[in-house]
């Protein structure tokens, strides 16, 4: 048999009357003591016959009183139409408090739009977001106008021997706002840019891992590949600045790779020609299951065998003169260098 669980609502929750007030409608009758017992034990049991039949008849008022209760209960839930199940109000439950979560949201969310100031914009500085076209326009602007003045401060600081000061910057470059205000958006733009499209600098930095640079120094010059295209952006042309800056992020990267990967320096050109070589040699080695040589490798790449012996020596990783020869001796290469070219007649030293 199921069990029915009803649940009142407060304007017809009906209340149980006090013990005192409730009278019993079925006393219960007084019990005589045959004479044959002796006069202790009787008056013993006549006490005790009175106890218990007192709890009895406060336990029946009790009884008759929740029944009551109940059934008042019962009407007034039929008239409003809330009899429920156990799992109806399990269910309840649940949507009760899934609509409470949903209204604290609502009700966090409203506060934030009407104060202004929400826990998302408190975040602003720490989390990104993508930039709308309008935006994207205007702090570009921002950083161009920054970079004018950062121009023109230099190239009046070097022809006058000292920093220039705001007067003369705006008379310089002819504006009329104020100097020390456009210099400040145009740090907060840069700032705001570099923040926002971080995670397209990395994405792009990830693939030159393990290329003589660390993923940091990627992420740093991709960083400035991404403001040099924002100076140079044209957002009249129609086209967004994640597609415009994505070229000069990989620019960046590419030239810091050939600039500061390498002790000896190597020409842009030659540094294309050793990445070619590379990707090449690595086709051709797990098509054959071995090593290729030079000839296969500028067959691959249409060019000339000297090019790729040329390239394959250059990228050659550098050995240090003070590393000695063997790993049990002090002999170094800087010594053996040094004495090869001592003049004829200090040949007794060799």
Known sequence: MAITTICSSPAHSPTLPAISSLKTHHPF???????SFSTKFGSNLVSNDALAIAAAAQAVALAHAAMQ??????????ETGEVWSGRE???GLVRYESGCGVRRRKRRKGLEGKNGVGSRSSRGSVKSRNLSSREEAELCLCVKEGARLEVA????????????TSKQLAKA????????????????????????????????????QGKGLSFRDLIQEGSIGLLRGVEKFEPERGYRLSTYVYWWIKQAIIKAIANESRI????????????????????????LGRLPTHDEIAEVLNVHISIVRLVSERNRPPISLD?????????????????SFLPATYWWLR
Do not use: F
């Open 173 to 208: 470059i002819g504006m009329e706002r104020s100097v020390d205000k456009i210099l400040c958006d145009g740090r907060d733009s840069r700032e705001r840019i570099s923040r926002s499209y971080r995670r397209l600098v990395v994405s792009i930095a990830k693939g030159y």
């Open 29 to 35: 009758p007084h019990l005589t003591v045959s004479s």
């Open 264 to 287: 000896v320096r190597l020409p842009g050109h030659m540094c294309r020609m050793v990445a070619r070589t590379a990707e090449a040699r690595n086709l051709l080695s797990k098509k």
């Open 69 to 78: 209760a109940a059934r008042d209960a019962v009407l007034a839930a039929a």
């Open 323 to 339: 590393r000695a020869i063997t790993d049990q001796g002090s002999i170094t290469l800087q010594l053996l260098v040094h004495v």
């Open 153 to 164: 401060s230099t190239r009046i600081t070097k022809a006058q021997g000292r920093q220039p």
């Open 89 to 91: 109000i399990e269910k």
